[in-house]
């Protein structure tokens, strides 16, 4: 089964940094587009940033300058370096991966668990 899972989460201060991963793993062929997506409670999930399998960015306005997205393909990773936190950036962090599995199913999406960061002030 291919499956993505997070680390990396847990409590910052305003101004400090985290930095989330998400590995994929199983019966893979092809990773194309990841992101990181964010839902605070009572939210929306929203878009936060995403990367192509050639290395192609984008983010939500709200991170711009202070997150930055990553991968490396040879481990099947991506990567959120957060900095400048603020308390608003509170919430539970979501990857997801375009995947086509190795029998040659359609491509898909899927999703890691989910990991909680708490920014304090």
């Known amino acids: 089964q291919v499956q993505l899972v997070e680390s990396g989460g847990g409590l910052a201060q305003a101004g400090g940094s985290l930095r989330l991963s998400c590995a994929a793993s199983?019966?893979?062929?092809?990773?194309?587009?990841m992101g990181w997506y964010r839902q605070a409670p009572g939210k929306q999930r929203e878009l936060v940033a995403i990367?192509?399998?050639?290395?192609?960015?984008d983010y939500a306005d709200s991170v711009k300058g202070r997150f930055t997205i990553s991968r490396d393909n040879a481990k099947k990773t991506v990567y959120l370096q957060m900095n400048s936190l603020k308390s608003e950036d509170t919430a539970v962090y979501y990857c997801?991966?375009?995947?086509?599995?190795?029998?040659?199913?359609?491509?898909?999406?899927?999703w890691g668990q989910g990991t909680q960061v708490t920014v304090s002030s």
């Open positions: 997801n991966a375009q995947i086509t599995p190795s029998s040659y199913t359609l491509r898909q999406g899927y």
């Open positions: 199983g019966s893979i062929f092809i990773i194309d587009d």
């Open positions: 990367i192509t399998s050639g290395g192609s960015t």
